[in-house]
Structures are given as C-alpha cells and as structure tokens.
C-alpha cells in the first residue's frame, strides 16, 4: 500500500480521494510515521435498497421503555 506524506496529501488532496473511492486505499504519512489509512467507504451495490425492519422479531423493546429510568431523570432536573 502507497505511503504519501502528509504535504503531498494536502496538495493532491482531490485525486487522492478519488482513488481511495476507486478501490486504492493508501497511507498518510507525517515525518515519516504512518498517521492514518484512507479506505473507500462501502456500498451497497447499486439497485440493492436497504432492508428496514431486517431485525424484526430478535430485538424487543419493553413496553415502559419511554418510562424507565424516569424517577432517577426527575431526580437529576429537579421538580
């Protein structure tokens, strides 16, 4: 993986986003120390939506879930 130092990053900055959007990640350097990785951020292909409710049946939230916890809040705030 490319190692650039961090002036050449800020001076090239838009064509190197376009190559980490491309699939070529690489390192920024300062001093010489690798600092951070650029990687593209992934998605989903396209066409392919993203599914609500794909947790459906394996989560459960408790009936007083907008309740819990209230007499402590209270506490904190005041009356």
Same mark, same amino acid.
């Given at each position: 993986? +490319?190692?650039?130092?961090?002036? +050449? ?5 838009? #064509?190197?986003?376009? #190559? *980490? ?11 010489? /120390?690798?600092? !951070?990785?650029? !990687?593209?951020? +992934? ?5 392919? /939506? #993203? ?8 989560? #459960? !939230?408790p $009936? $007083?879930? $907008?309740?819990? *916890?209230?007499?402590?809040i ?6």
């Open positions: 993986m +490319e190692t650039i130092n961090i002036h +050449e990053a800020k001076t090239q900055l838009s #064509r190197l986003v376009e #190559r *980490a959007a491309r699939g070529e990640p690489f390192i920024i350097a300062k001093a010489g /120390k690798p600092m !951070v990785k650029v !990687v593209p951020i +992934e998605q989903p292909p396209e066409g392919e /939506k #993203r599914r609500l409710g794909f947790l459906a049946g394996q989560i #459960r !939230v $009936d $007083d879930f $907008d309740r819990m *916890a209230g007499d402590e209270e506490k904190l705030f005041g009356e």
